[in-house]
Nanobody
């Protein structure tokens, strides 16, 4: 059974930083591309960043220059480093196995102005 467990969310001030982690089990993590998504109530879930099994990355326009996705295959973990946070980054953040329908439970990120 594939499981994804996010951690590291919480509240930050505008301009601050947070680092999200997602530990993956039940699959060969090193062979999976991974993604981070976010959702605001009433809105559709949107892609934030993706990382391929070879370490290639892609970002949504709003994340470029502020967020960084990385992975540690030895720890089966994918990270999302978020800097220069804005109130509009407030959302529930989810990690996902990129090409499979496996999602984490989601973690709240709140940015106060």
């Amino acid at each position: 059974q594939v499981q994804l467990v996010e951690s590291g969310g919480g509240t930050a001030q505008a301009g601050g930083s947070l680092r999200l982690s997602c530990v993956v089990s039940g699959t060969d993590f090193s062979r999976e591309s991974m993604g981070w998504y976010r959702q605001v109530p009433g809105n559709e879930r949107e892609m934030v960043a993706q990382i391929t099994l070879n370490g290639g990355t892609a970002y949504a326009d709003f994340a470029k220059g502020r967020f960084s996705i990385s992975r540690d295959n030895a720890k089966s973990t994918v990270f999302l480093q978020m800097t220069q946070l804005k109130p509009e980054d407030t959302a529930v953040y989810y990690c996902k196995v990129a090409f499979e329908d496996y999602w984490g439970q989601g973690i709240q990120v709140t940015v106060s102005s």
